[in-house]
């Protein structure tokens, strides 16, 4: 199993980026995947979630209306769409892939990352 994530890098307050996971190697019962982000100082948070065959999606509330997640089953990538970042968004992406419940989200796999960095 393997997830690779891509699209990260340096941009300015008010800007947008689009981070990519691309999975191999998962079974079809891994229906769900997941943004985290690790800023500095903070905990690990959940930034979106998304399961397929479903129309669930989860959001961290700090980036309710700005950041989108979708996924691309035929392609096994999921996509981060963020808009309007601000320096508070700021961190580590990394991307998850497991199952969800109907309740709760039960990740197995997780990538390496990659940097985002929002200036102001």
């Known amino acids: 199993v393997q997830l690779v994530e891509s699209g990260g890098g340096l941009v300015q307050a008010g800007g947008s980026l689009r981070l990519s996971c691309a999975a191999s190697?998962?079974?079809?019962?891994?229906?769900?995947m997941g943004w985290y982000r690790q800023a500095p100082g903070k905990q690990r948070e959940l930034v979106a979630g998304?399961?397929?065959?479903?129309?669930?999606?989860t959001y961290a509330d700090s980036v309710k209306g700005r950041f989108t997640v979708s996924r691309d089953n035929a392609k096994n990538t999921m996509y981060l769409q963020m808009n309007d970042l601000s320096p508070e968004d700021t961190g580590v992406y990394s991307c998850?892939?497991?199952?969800?419940?109907?309740?709760?989200?039960?990740?197995?796999?997780w990538g390496p990352g990659t940097q985002v960095t929002v200036s102001s």
């Open positions: 190697g998962i079974s079809s019962s891994m229906n769900a």
């Open positions: 998304i399961a397929s065959g479903t129309t669930t999606t």
């Open positions: 998850r892939a497991g199952r969800w419940t109907g309740a709760s989200y039960q990740w197995f796999y």
